[in-house]
T-cell receptor, first 110, second 110 residues
C-alpha cells in the first residue's frame, strides 16, 4: 500500500465549478502537507502549504487537513481553464523525506 | 519565488555519453531530492540528501549517481547514457517544511 493515495483522474469540470481534490495517507507522523500544481512539461509549483490540521485559504484555493481521518483536500472555487493541470499532494514528517501522491489530472472546460 | 535552478533545461545526447545534470539552490536548504518523471506519470524518487556528504538511493532504482559536496549543489551524473534514461529529471529542496522544485531537465538519449 502506498503511503499517500490519490485518485489520478482525469477530473473534468465546467468553467466556474468548485473542484475538490483529495488524498489519503497512512502515516500518522506526517505533519506537513503541500499541494503542487504541475503544468505539462514543467516542474511542480507549490500552491499551498499547511502544518498539522486545519484550513488555509489563498484566493480561490483552500487546503484542508483532517489528521484524525488522515485526509487532505484542495478546493478550487470558480475554476478557470488555466487551472487545467496535474495537482499533486505531498506530505512529510519533519526532517524526513517527502512523500507524493500520484497526482490528479484536472481539466476545466470553457 | 523558489530559488532552485536546474541546468540544462533540455538535453539531447547520444548513447554512451557521460552527462551531469546540475541543481543548485540558494535557500540554504539541507534536504535535496532528485525525481524522475515520464510524461503523464507520477514522480519517482531516485536520490535524496539530508546534507553535505549525505546521499541515499530513492524508491526507484536508477543507474545515476549523485554527490553533495556543498549545501547548495546536488548534481546527478549518468556515466553512460542509454535510451531508457530518456525522461524528465526534477530536483527539489526543503528546509524541513515546504519543498520547492526546479523547472526540470528534459533528457533525451538517442
Amino acid at each position: 500500500q502506498k503511503e499517500v493515495e490519490q485518485d489520478p483522474g482525469p477530473l473534468s469540470v465546467p468553467e466556474g465549478a468548485i473542484v475538490s481534490l483529495n488524498c489519503t495517507y497512512s502515516n500518522s507522523a506526517f505533519q506537513y502537507f503541500m499541494w503542487y500544481r504541475q503544468y505539462s512539461r514543467k516542474g511542480p509549483e507549490l500552491l499551498m502549504y499547511t502544518y498539522s490540521s486545519g484550513n488555509k485559504e489563498d484566493g480561490r484555493f483552500t487546503a484542508q487537513v483532517d489528521k484524525s481521518s488522515k485526509y487532505i483536500s484542495l478546493f478550487i472555487r470558480d475554476s478557470q481553464p488555466s487551472d487545467s493541470a496535474t495537482y499533486l499532494c505531498a506530505t512529510m514528517e519533519y526532517g524526513n523525506k517527502l512523500v507524493f501522491g500520484a497526482g490528479t489530472i484536472l481539466r476545466v472546460k470553457s | 519565488e523558489a530559488d532552485i535552478y536546474q541546468t540544462p533545461r533540455y538535453l539531447v545526447i547520444g548513447t554512451g555519453k557521460k552527462i551531469t545534470l546540475e541543481c543548485s539552490q540558494t535557500m540554504g536548504h539541507d534536504k535535496m531530492y532528485w525525481y524522475q518523471q515520464d510524461p503523464g506519470m507520477e514522480l519517482h524518487l531516485i536520490h535524496y540528501s539530508y546534507g553535505v556528504n549525505s546521499t541515499e538511493k530513492g524508491d526507484l532504482s536508477s543507474e545515476s549517481t549523485v554527490s553533495r559536496i556543498r549545501t547548495e549543489h546536488f548534481p546527478l551524473t549518468l556515466e553512460s547514457a542509454r535510451p531508457s534514461h530518456t525522461s524528465q529529471y526534477l530536483c527539489a529542496s526543503t528546509g524541513g517544511t515546504e519543498a520547492f522544485f526546479g523547472q526540470g531537465t528534459r533528457l533525451t538519449v538517442v
